[in-house]
DNA sequence: TATTGTTATACTCTATAACTATA
DNA sequence: TATAGTTATAGAGTATAACAATA
């Protein structure tokens, strides 16, 4: 097998083995991967309409409708109205949503931690910076038109 | 941000970025992400019983039977009957599944190749050894039970 | 008229349980 | 009894289109 093909290989196998792993660390809640997404992406933009997390999401509005629906029968989300548009809705986390969000991101850094445990510090930045580099050409590869102004959040 | 988090955040986006660009390659066929990943698993063990699809995908017998109809309705497999036991259906690719999955195993190098280019040879093995060495740990996440007995297929 | 969200409808993926046919 | 697959049923994620409420 060429080399390339050997670093796509692997690249394709983490992905699989960290959604396994995600995956197992949703079996303890009552949470499944589409719903853990918007909490996630609801504890980084803060409270947020629908049509915000739809896009966030890349996702359709009714969607998000049938997710919020189900976070907020299992407390992890509230959706008071807008304030100023009484129309809209403001989903915000509950103190369970934050909690678990909280945790998440506590076990997030440890697995984070584990996976380059057996490299030194030089490695871990060579790795960093190939893997930039993949991440670069993938954009390119991904969305061409609007390559050059797209940037990875730091 | 830490650089145990760096390098996860990284792997973490090269996994979406990945999925979004075999999305697009999907979208000129009439093939979904389930029922391409059955295909190739079905391209790599060559003709197979749905008992053993089920098992190589990680996936219930009834699962299985959707997305072979769904197949054999779009002309990418036939199941004939297994020649010594009338029972059992043997799974097979068409010639227009062997094409597809040879377009795609093509289209795989591309793109692996153009991950890496911008690294010379040395760059490309110490990624290789750097990811090879995520993957270990992560099987061992994955599978406390089990990793000593586990192997990628090489 | 444009924005925000929901109702209506439909398709795909997934699972478990019960069943049939075969060995 | 064990194996291979299907029917029945159900839940989750997803989409588009039509609609209502608000701005």
Do not use: C
Not at 72 to 95: I, K, M, N, W
Not at 117 to 131: C, F, H, K
């Amino acid at each position: 097998m060429s080399a390339e093909l050997e670093v796509f290989d692997r690249l394709l196998e983490i992905a699989l083995l960290i959604q396994e792993d995600l995956a197992r660390s949703f079996a303890a809640t009552d949470l499944t991967v589409s719903r853990t997404h918007l909490l996630w992406e609801l504890n980084r933009l803060g409270p947020s309409t629908q049509n915000t997390l739809a896009t966030a999401l890349k996702v359709s509005p009714r969607n998000v409708t049938g997710l919020v629906d189900a976070l907020e029968a299992s407390g992890y989300v509230a959706r008071p109205p807008h304030p100023r548009h009484r129309r809209a809705l403001v989903v915000t986390l509950t103190d369970r949503g934050s909690q678990t969000m909280a945790r998440m991101e506590h076990e997030r850094s440890q697995i984070a931690a584990k996976l380059v445990a057996d490299l030194d510090a030089d490695q871990q930045e060579e790795l960093r910076q190939g893997l930039d580099s993949i991440v670069t050409r993938l954009q390119g590869l991904v969305s061409p038109a609007t390559a050059s102004g797209r940037k990875r959040s730091a």
